[in-house]
């Protein structure tokens, strides 16, 4: 899986749930919220403060090492 902007959360999760942390470590404590699911990064990133581009980056890394 390759991730972007766009990737919704709950798509995120179900590919590799461990993933969740980079969402915690940025503020998003509501991952399992099922209204977080249907949010994109770009959305969870906006309302939390983030810079959607590292966390995009840091996801992408992470799941480069685990294939």
């Known amino acids: 899986m390759t991730v972007t902007k766009d990737t919704l959360i709950g798509d995120l999760l179900a590919n590799d749930m461990n993933a969740a942390r980079f969402l ?3 503020g998003m404590h509501c991952v ?6 249907m949010e994109s990064l770009e959305e969870a990133c906006a309302v ?3 810079d959607v581009n590292e966390l995009v980056g840091k996801i992408n890394d992470y799941l ?3 294939a």
């Open 32 to 37: 399992g919220c099922p209204a977080s699911a």
């Open 24 to 26: 915690f470590e940025m």
């Open 48 to 50: 939390h403060g983030a």
């Open 64 to 66: 480069a090492q685990q």
